[in-house]
């Protein structure tokens, strides 16, 4: 299947695709006319890859992940598990800095809303 074929049937844009091609996430061939060609397993890969980068996963992540997937064992199995317990971690810091940052925003609100009213 052509690349525009690809994109229609997973949502996924043609620049998206090239790009997941570019960092070694996918793979195609090319046509005698240099037309890339996707097989039919692809459109399961590129949904797989859309959770992935859905869970916040960057694409070097995802390269981590990847063994346990193309050539699943008991090693990368454990490998990939490690890896997403590592990146759960820096979603639990980052939404802690979050809600950090979000509760001092709510005091400089109460902050203005308290001189907004004394302007009355």
Known sequence: MRIGDLAA????SVRSLRYYEEQGLLSSSRSPSGQRTYVASDVER???LRRLYAAGLSSRTIIDLLPCVD???EESADDAWTRMAE?????DR???ELLHARDRL????AVN????ASMN
């Open 113 to 116: 809303r308290h001189a907004r």
């Open 9 to 12: 049937q997973t949502g996924v």
């Open 94 to 96: 980052h939404i802690t």
């Open 106 to 109: 709510d005091e400089i609100i």
């Open 87 to 91: 990146e759960r971690a820096r979603l």
């Open 71 to 73: 050539s699943p064992n």
């Open 46 to 48: 590129v949904r797989f």
